[in-house]
């Protein structure tokens, strides 16, 4: 409701106030609107120009009577959100007398067909300037509700269907790579293969509580996501980004020595009054005369820098980002994927390879040449299966990198698969690549976390407290890695 009332605002105070007094006329929109009113906004609109230029008898006696106490409104003169909440009074009103027109499916249709139109759509980089204020919500239920009124309506259906088409061709090509054999390459130490590794890893049997014990060679890509998982997993792409993108950013203006550089000058315009004060530079300002408003005022124009932008020697480290997406995760899903994120995100900003693994009893992988979109969405999809480590997978991933990987394994450490998992895991860190779990709390296995806890591998981190502890966790050794880079 409060969409609903904020969008008839805006056409109200656009097309009857501003326009009709700045040319003394009904704008032409609103006349050719009556012959195909698509949504509700359109036929408050509609019968709003009625009000004023009677030609046609009103279609529903209910909107005519809503739209002359709306006119009413607009011509006093009050602050824009009082006028807003008393709309919104007429509009539930209105919702009372005529419940057909507020039905979920017209509401949604008003919503991706009628998106109010914001300072922020002029801008060249819209969507990132939305994300900034979606990267502040908390709430999965709020979160998801932002994402429809105000992201979605902005991204084309094209896009869309991009990115889909995108997904399938890569899980088509994994399937039709997946009978090649998987070999492991260590920086020195041979080369290991799913042969030598499961005999290398053939040990007594342990108990796994009621789960059954299940083979590494079981994990393979997933042939088809459903749709219903796509579209879950789309919007929450978008969230989950923007709520890392706003860890980083923070962590960086509060260090000492880094600056966020998370946008390069491309080239100066004229700045506006409606424009940001600090965007306007006033030393070339300056150069063009003496300082008159919308006259010499200049800016910046900035574009989004997709790595860092300084040039630094030195190697930067590969990141295999791998996210326990099974069943006993769905407590700490949004937790976690957001911690991912931030590693991924990290390594990217940095100008170091990645790679996004999200697995439960199969996986699904974007590769080191995968599209950007792709190895967010993989980071953003939830399985609730059984959880058997990919580790063949990850073993294929670090032999083909540049160097070293850092290796981000987050999840809760049940896996069904666990003394193969470890044992590769313990081969990787001792080829020399960073391995680093945070595990979390899920389902009851204290024999495998304790598999885990007596293992080799020299970064592991027990997060009993996720909400509160897992993300500073995670950014504490990303940027112990990636912060020289992140200039």
Known sequence: MAFLATAVFSDMEVNLNYLLKRFNEIPYIMRIIGGHRASFVEELSFEAYNQIEPTLKPRDKAIA??????????????????????????????????PHHFSKRKIERVIRNHPIVLREDFHPNTLKMFEETFGTISSARDAKEFFKQWIEPRISQRETEKIREMLKNELKAKIQGGGKKKEWKGGGGGSLGETELKAETE??????????????????????????????????????????????IQYLSESPNLRPVWSVAKYPDEWYVEDEIEKLDIEMSLDEGPLIPEVTT?????????????????????????????????????????????????????????????????????????????????????????????????????????????????????????????????????????????????????????????????????????ETDLQDLVLSETMRTYKAFLT
């Not at 909440?85 to 539930?92: G, P, S, T, V, Y």
């Not at 994990?219 to 796509?230: N, T």
């Not at 030195?314 to 990141?319: A, H, L, M």
């Not at 992988?365 to 480590?389: G, I, P």
Request: net charge negative; aromatic share 10%.
């Open 298 to 466: 200049l800016k910046w124009v900035e574009d989004p820098a997709l790595q860092g932008q300084d040039v630094i020697s030195g190697f930067v480290p590969s990141s295999v980002t791998v996210l326990d997406a099974s069943e006993s995760m769905s407590a700490t899903h949004d937790i976690a994927s957001i911690a991912a994120f931030i590693s991924y995100l990290s390594a990217l900003k940095a100008g170091g390879q990645t790679s996004t693994v999200t697995f439960s009893t199969n996986y699904v992988v974007a590769d080191w040449d995968a599209a950007r979109e792709l190895k967010e969405l993989t980071l953003s999809m939830s399985f609730d299966e059984f959880t058997v480590f990919p580790a063949f997978e990850v073993m294929r991933l670090v032999s083909v990198s540049r160097g070293n990987c850092f290796i981000v394994i987050i999840t809760d450490g049940g896996w069904q698969n666990i003394e193969e998992a470890i044992s590769l895991l313990e081969k990787i860190s001792e080829q020399g690549h960073g391995v680093f779990i945070f595990q979390l709390p899920g389902g009851d296995y204290p024999d495998r976390i304790e598999l885990i806890r007596r293992s080799s591998i020299p970064k592991i981190y027990k997060v009993d407290n996720p």
């Open 203 to 248: 040990s007594p049997s342990i108990s796994l509580g009621e789960e059954p014990r299940l083979s590494t060679s079981l994990s393979k890509p997933y042939e088809k996501i459903p749709s219903s998982m796509m579209n879950e997993a789309f919007w929450r792409r978008y969230w989950y980004k923007s709520r890392a993108e706003r860890t980083i």
């Open 65 to 98: 009577e809503a739209t002359r106490e709306i006119l009413t409104i607009m011509k006093l003169s009050k602050p824009w959100h009082v006028k807003v909440e008393m709309l919104a009074i007429i509009l539930n009103r209105l919702k009372t007398r005529s």
